[in-house]
């Protein structure tokens, strides 16, 4: 089994400023009972929040604050600081701080060891629900994941502002949880190959039109960036979607279920197999022109897709040692992806609701039962990054 231990890792944690600060100190507690060394780093508005002799108390360690103090040559240079650790840790990262870090500014002493180091980062936004939402802050986001920086939280509830919405600094145990799971999978999948489809298929009606579903390919995505992150060489088949290709994965996109059946083949062998898209059933038996709207409305002539999971799941000579479906269900939840782990021959099969309301398909969070040769679990709701994080650690689990 992979060593989840953290003790003797070290974390650079930068506090900036919010009402969620204080939950900094808990993390830090947290952090230094598992056995982690921590370093920190107050920003001015962080230190208009908890006060440096507060932190200083629980890190065990002297609080950096300002840029300048580190030119001295008696002190450690930011350059040093920025890579003395093995992870760096932003919590709570607020709105400004993401944005300064997305455009790469280097005005202060946090901003200066972001851009200077060469060691993973992780950050914990904390804002304003409006400010999480605006377009701006969505950017800066999208343009940070796609470095390679994992974000976690926010989560959704009540707020010091009196508003209501996502936001709200994950709580400290969660920080705690995705520290323990980046620093302790650190390469637990290392020479595993992993094959995952995500993602909706567009099944062409004629040359301009098409069938398709609501999936985002947000779950998919994430479950291939975080075995990515563990290690492990990930091809991640996509049909169309709006999201940034998630750094170190091999990206290959598609659009229609007979091209994702084929690529997948093509991928083959791999040791794991995640079937996260949300293929077509059925696709148009297409017409060569475009459909003209004289007349009587034109009858669509469906066939069946193949059927991608199950057809790798019963391969003979390359199955995969895990083979990981989904299972989209809008009643019976349990029942049905019981059933169809049988039927499609996977190992572990994912179930999710996705009825009316759900906020399932295309939201960012999800709620699922893991059902496997021991039965179902249910999880709680998560972010969707969450559930990728808890799906790879079992994962780790299985195969090491
Ligand atoms: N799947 C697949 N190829 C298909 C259809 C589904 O690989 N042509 C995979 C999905 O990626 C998912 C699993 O099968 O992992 C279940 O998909 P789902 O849509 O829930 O099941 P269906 O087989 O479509 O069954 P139904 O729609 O009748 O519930």
Not at 137 to 156: D, F, H, K, M, W
Request: glycine fraction near 8%; proline fraction near 6%.
């Amino acid at each position: 089994m992979a060593d989840l231990s953290l003790a003797g890792k070290r974390v650079l944690l930068i506090i900036s400023g919010g009402i969620a600060a204080y939950k900094a100190l808990e993390l830090i507690r947290l952090l230094r009972k598992a056995g982690v060394g921590v370093r920190a780093v107050l920003t001015r508005g962080g230190a208009e929040f908890v006060t440096p002799l507060s932190v200083q108390a629980l890190c065990e360690d002297r609080v950096y604050t300002d840029l300048f103090s580190l030119t001295d040559e008696s002190e450690m240079g930011h350059i040093q600081l920025s890579r003395s650790a093995d992870l760096v840790v932003v919590a709570p990262a607020s709105a400004d701080l993401l944005a300064r870090m997305a455009a790469g500014l280097a005005d202060d002493l946090a901003t200066t060891l972001l851009l200077a180091t060469d060691k993973p980062v992780m950050v914990a936004p904390a804002m304003n629900v409006r400010m999480w939402h605006h377009p701006a802050t969505i950017a800066n986001l999208a343009t940070l994941q796609s470095r390679g920086i994992a974000i976690v939280g926010p989560e959704a509830g009540g707020m010091a502002c009196g508003e209501f919405g996502p936001g709200r600094l994950a709580e400290p145990d969660t920080i705690l949880a995705a520290i323990r799971q980046r620093l302790g999978h650190a390469g637990a999948l290392s020479g595993r190959h992993a094959v995952i489809t995500s993602g909706p298929t567009h099944e062409a009606i004629d040359p301009v039109r098409y069938i398709a579903n609501r999936s985002s390919g947000k779950q998919g995505h994430a479950i291939a960036q975080a075995l990515a992150q563990a290690g492990a060489r990930v091809t991640l088949i996509t049909g169309p979607v709006a999201l940034p290709e998630p750094p170190g994965v091999t990206c290959i996109p598609v659009e229609s279920a007979a091209a994702m059946h084929a690529a997948v083949i093509a991928a083959l062998p791999a040791d794991i197999a995640v079937f996260c898209a949300a293929v077509a059933d059925w696709r148009v038996v297409a017409a060569d022109r475009k459909l003209k709207k004289s007349g009587a409305p034109p009858q669509l002539t469906l066939v069946e897709t193949p059927d991608i999971l199950s057809d790798i799941a019963h391969r003979a000579a390359d199955r995969p040692a895990l083979v990981i479906g989904f299972a989209a269900e809008t009643e019976n939840l349990v029942a049905n992806a019981t059933a169809k782990r049988a039927r499609k021959g996977c190992d572990w099969i994912i179930a999710n609701h996705v009825g009316a309301g759900s906020d399932v398909m295309g939201g960012d969070a999800n709620e699922v039962v893991l059902i496997n040769q021991d039965g179902a679990t249910p999880w709680p709701r998560a972010s969707k990054a969450a559930i990728a994080e808890r799906l790879v650690s079992n994962i780790i689990k299985e195969m090491t």
